[in-house]
């Protein structure tokens, strides 16, 4: 009898420990998730601003746009997996948050893609396109990271 209880009480204080480093990854998540999404609108401007400024050639944006896109969306991808199930031991508010941070990598992809675009075809439209998705960008971001209130 000794022993169950002292298993019981072990499996316990594991189950204890387990929830507690749930909440300490969710956290981390987060920080993570923003840090990443803040640091990617700040390159993707700073790339725009070195090809106004004749640092970057439209080969080497479009390279370097490629690259971000391509992250982006196998991010977006891992993301959107998380998202379907609360088995996978999520809250609702978990769920939202992957929602609106998978909108926001969306946004910065779509950022990106103009911006690529602009430099290749120099048009009114993707450089519309580019302006729109930042500014939408920001806007998610400034969300996510709590900056409006």
């Given at each position: 009898m000794k022993l169950i209880a002292v298993l019981f009480l072990i499996t316990c204080s594991f189950s204890v420990l387990r929830a507690q480093c749930d909440v300490e990854v969710r956290e981390?998540?987060?920080?993570?998730?923003?840090?990443?999404v803040y640091n990617t609108y700040i390159a993707i401007g700073?790339?725009?601003?070195?090809?106004?400024?004749?640092?970057?050639?439209?080969?080497?944006?479009k390279e370097l746009m490629g690259e971000q896109?391509?992250?982006l969306q196998s991010v977006i991808d891992m993301l959107s997996k998380c998202q379907v199930a609360k088995s996978n031991g999520l809250s609702?508010?978990?769920?939202?948050?992957?929602?609106?941070?998978?909108?926001?990598?969306q946004s910065l992809k779509g950022e990106a893609q103009g911006l690529s675009d602009?430099?290749?075809?120099?048009?009114?439209?993707?450089?519309?396109?580019?302006?729109?998705?930042?500014?939408?960008?920001?806007?998610?971001?400034?969300?996510l990271l709590g900056l409006r209130k």
């Open positions: 981390a998540f987060g920080g993570v998730s923003s840090i990443s700073a790339i725009a601003d070195a090809y106004v400024n004749e640092g970057y050639n439209a080969d080497r944006v896109t391509s992250m609702d508010d978990d769920i939202l948050y992957v929602k609106e941070l998978i909108a926001c990598l602009f430099v290749i075809a120099g048009s009114e439209e993707a450089q519309n396109r580019y302006n729109q998705n930042r500014d939408k960008a920001w806007g998610e971001i400034s969300s």
